[in-house]
């Protein structure tokens, strides 16, 4: 399931581009409820849109999705350990598109694991953050795409 704003689908998903300034447009992805939640409501107070994807492969699809209609994300954050298809595979596939590698990506895991870390930084991430989240680190993900 992919939940854009508040409660919409995918198919719902406003795409007004008439705003006055530019929104920023972030996809969260995490298979854990509560961690995606908190994620999706700390981008929410630092005035982000929010679109979140409960697995690496809903991301994929909702990612497609945007290309096929000239829209974008400006970010992509990802849990590391989800069951299916890891962040650091969601990672790797980003940026192996030609549509999607400008796009930042920062890993988020609860675990601190050096050679983890450094992994997906030398594949591209742009950051990688400790889980749970807190506005203060999110706060250093608006500067990522600001």
């Known amino acids: 399931m992919i939940n854009s704003g508040s409660c919409s689908s ?10 006055s300034h530019e929104e920023l447009h972030v996809l969260a992805v995490d298979d854990n409820l509560i961690d995606r939640k908190l994620v999706e409501k700390l ?7 929010v679109t979140t994807a409960e697995n690496a492969i809903r991301a994929l699809e909702y990612l ?3 290309t096929n209609n000239d829209l974008k994300v ?4 990802t849990d590391y350990c989800m069951p299916g298809m890891t962040g650091f595979e969601l ?14 990506v920062v890993i988020m895991s609860s675990e ?5 870390v450094n992994k997906c930084l030398a594949s591209g991430a742009q950051m990688f953050m400790q ?4 506005l203060s680190d999110v706060e250093k993900l608006i500067n990522v795409i600001s």
């Open 112 to 116: 601190n694991i050096p050679t983890r």
């Open 64 to 66: 497609d999705a945007l």
């Open 74 to 77: 400006n970010l992509i954050i």
């Open 43 to 49: 981008l929410k107070i630092s005035s982000c849109k």
């Open 10 to 19: 995918l198919m719902e998903v406003d795409y007004d581009d008439d705003h």
């Open 131 to 134: 889980k749970p989240l807190k």
């Open 91 to 104: 990672l790797k596939k980003v940026k192996e598109s030609s549509y999607l590698k400008e796009v930042p």
